[in-house]
Each structure stands twice: as structure tokens, then as C-alpha cells.
């Protein structure tokens, strides 16, 4: 089972940017698919952004435009660019992986929800100011 470790937290002013960082280790690594979760005050925690390692990727509605992952084998580190961000942004960000599912003939990422992704990171703060 892979080991994940996020960083890049900050407070920052409403229209700010972020890249949050989050270091992959383990065997198979490269074969698993990486996601962003986060968990607002008093809210549930939620899908942000999966990707596959074809770099397939998939973006909740609320960070289409301002949001953009991506993954760097290389460095075995998966990124979350964030942009024009909003008060609404405010969470604890958590890293997540998952096996790939064969859906179609095809291995895809599994649904972005809590329930298809086993594996954590401690999370890291973001705070959006207005």
C-alpha cells in the first residue's frame, strides 16, 4: 500500500493561488490513482480532483476552471494548482489513492466519493480570506 504526504497549506486572500504537493511512496505507486478530497467546516469531506496514471482527470464542478492536477511520476509527487480561490475553498485537503477499476474494458479511476478511496494523507489547512 502506498504512503501519502501533503504540503502547501496556507491562508491566503480571496483570489490568491496555492499548489498543494503531495509526495507518493510505495510499491505500485505509479499504477494507483491519486485524488484530492476536502472537508470544509462543518461539512462532509468531498471529491476535489482524481487522476489515473494515463493522466486522465476528473474535476468536481465547484474548481473546473480555477483548479488544475496533475502528477509527476518522476518526482512521485501528485499537485493541486489552485486559483482565483474563494472563502468557500476553506478546508482541510487530503490526499487520497485508489486501485484503477475496469469499467468498460477499460481501468479508470473509481468514482470520486469517500467510499472507492482507502488510502489517506494526514491533510494539509487551506484558508481562504475574503
Known amino acids: 500500500q502506498v504512503q501519502l504526504v501533503e504540503s502547501g497549506g496556507d491562508s491566503v486572500q480571496s483570489g490568491g493561488s496555492l499548489r498543494l504537493s503531495c509526495a507518493v511512496s510505495?510499491?505500485?505507486?505509479?499504477?494507483?490513482?491519486l485524488a484530492w478530497f476536502r472537508q470544509g467546516p462543518g461539512k462532509e469531506r468531498e471529491g476535489v480532483a482524481s487522476i489515473d496514471n494515463y493522466r486522465r482527470i476528473t474535476y468536481t464542478d465547484s474548481v473546473k476552471g480555477r483548479f488544475t492536477l496533475s502528477r509527476d511520476n518522476g518526482a512521485n509527487t501528485l499537485y493541486l494548482q489552485m486559483g482565483n480561490l474563494k472563502p468557500e475553498d476553506t478546508a482541510m485537503y487530503y490526499c487520497?489513492?485508489?486501485?484503477?477499476?475496469?469499467?468498460?474494458?477499460?481501468?479508470?479511476?473509481?468514482?470520486?466519493?469517500?467510499?472507492?478511496?482507502?488510502?489517506w494523507g494526514q491533510g494539509t489547512q487551506v484558508t481562504v480570506s475574503s
Open positions: 510505495g510499491p505500485g505507486q505509479r499504477t494507483y490513482c
Open positions: 487520497a489513492a485508489a486501485r484503477p477499476q475496469v469499467v468498460g474494458g477499460d481501468w479508470r479511476c473509481p468514482r470520486l466519493t469517500l467510499d472507492q478511496y482507502n488510502t
